[in-house]
Structures are given as structure tokens and as C-alpha cells.
């Protein structure tokens, strides 16, 4: 059964470093997301994308967050200078119908 | 904006009886689907069941079935024959439609079965 994968799976940086997450989604999907869940907490939208643009964002999601997907597979998450606050666990899903979760990549800024 | 409600942080059930968790949520719009995920301590995100609301028929999907009450904006999951496995945090969520739409969870509910 197809799945979607994320790497890594558990990342620690330095605050005010760039850190990049990357996802590869279901092979068919038309539309990919980004989650993130701090400990502890419910699960927040913070992106969506959809025919190599994004579709709509959360506050969440500024001018330190960016996505892209670089090639035909991928789908990456930037945050160009990580803070304490960041830290969380960042799930990427993707689907044509219902969306399908990533097992998620554990950020621990420190 | 849509919002997901769940009124119970926690629950326990005794293995193989049947548990309830509930669910309500808020919205002005007539077309939307509504979901449970399945947390387990790995922090996988696994979907469990799934609903639209344009559908009278309550779905099920093996030991998994939702109550769902569109007026009441009432959306259940109720688990039979609950077994270990079963244990984990699970999460309510909409999403209005099948653009390309976000999911909005609830804060979840954390289930313990009792052996």
C-alpha cells in the first residue's frame, strides 16, 4: 500500500539555524499539507499546496516557513531561522481524497 | 471559521467492551467530511473512519463506527470489542470539502484499555 514517507525522522538544530524537512507524498496526489503538533497538543494546519503554489497558510506559517517542491516527488518544508517555539513535531500529508499522514519528523531546537 | 470540539480528554475501557468518544463541531456549511485519526504512542497519524455529510448512513469499518447526528452537529466514534491495540490519543477533524481544504482537529481524546 502506498504511503507517505518523512525524513528525517527526528532533527535537533540550534536556535537560529535553517533547518529543511522533506516529505515524499503519495505518488498520484494531487494536493499536499503540512501539520505540526507540539507535545502535548492538537494537531495545526499550517500549510497547503496545490499545483506548485501554495493554496492557503496559517498564521503559523510566516515569513520564516516556506515549501516547495523541487521536483516531481518531493515536497520540503524550510524554516529559514529556527526559534525554541518551533519545536514540535511536523507531520506532511497529502491526498486526492482523504488525506494520508506521514509518520511525522520530531524538531528539537535548542 | 469551523471549529472541532471534544469534551473528553481521557477515557478507559475494559478490554473487549465497547467505548464511545465523543465529538461535536461547528459550521455554516452544508457540504463537509468528517474524520477520526488514530494517534498511538509512536505519534503516527492513522486514519480510522471517515464521513460526509451529505451520507445518512452512519459509517463503519470493522470494530469502528460513528454516530453521526448532522443537526446536532454530533459526531461519535463508538469501538466494539475494544482490544490493546486499540489504545492511543484520537483526534476528531473536519475538512469542508474536497477542495483543497485543511484539517481542523479537535484536541483528542486519549484512550486506555484496561486488560
Known amino acids: 500500500e502506498p504511503e507517505v514517507t518523512q525524513t528525517p525522522s527526528h532533527q535537533v538544530t540550534q536556535m537560529g539555524q535553517e533547518v529543511i524537512l522533506r516529505c515524499v507524498p503519495i505518488?498520484?496526489?494531487?494536493?499536499f499539507y503540512w501539520y505540526r503538533q507540539i507535545l502535548g497538543q492538537k494537531v495545526e494546519f499550517l500549510v497547503s499546496?496545490?499545483?506548485?503554489?501554495?493554496?492557503?497558510k496559517s498564521e503559523i506559517f510566516d515569513d520564516q516557513f516556506s515549501v516547495e517542491r523541487p521536483d516531481g516527488s518531493n515536497f520540503t518544508l524550510k524554516i529559514r531561522s529556527t526559534k525554541l517555539e518551533d519545536s514540535a513535531m511536523y507531520f506532511c500529508?497529502?491526498?486526492?481524497?482523504?488525506?494520508?499522514f506521514g509518520p511525522g519528523t520530531r524538531l528539537t531546537v535548542t | 471559521a469551523q471549529t472541532v470540539t471534544q469534551s473528553q480528554p481521557e477515557m478507559s475501557v475494559q478490554e473487549a467492551e465497547t467505548v464511545t468518544l465523543s465529538c461535536t463541531y461547528d459550521?455554516?456549511?452544508?457540504?463537509?467530511?468528517l474524520f477520526w485519526y488514530k494517534q498511538p504512542p509512536s505519534r503516527q497519524m492513522i486514519l480510522v473512519i471517515r464521513?460526509?455529510?451529505?451520507?445518512?448512513q452512519n459509517a463503519t469499518e470493522n470494530r469502528f463506527s460513528v454516530n453521526f447526528q448532522k443537526a446536532a452537529k454530533s459526531f461519535s466514534l463508538k469501538i466494539s470489542d475494544s482490544q490493546l491495540g486499540d489504545a492511543a490519543m484520537y483526534f476528531c477533524?473536519?475538512?469542508?470539502?474536497?477542495?483543497?481544504?485543511?484539517?481542523?482537529f479537535g484536541t483528542g481524546t486519549r484512550l486506555t484499555i484496561i486488560p
Open positions: 500529508a497529502s491526498r486526492n481524497y482523504e488525506q494520508y
Open positions: 505518488s498520484n496526489h494531487l494536493y
Open positions: 499546496f496545490y499545483n506548485n503554489e501554495i493554496s492557503e
Open positions: 459550521t455554516s456549511e452544508s457540504d463537509y467530511y
Open positions: 464521513q460526509e455529510a451529505y451520507k445518512q
Open positions: 477533524a473536519y475538512t469542508s470539502g474536497f477542495g483543497n481544504e485543511k484539517l481542523t
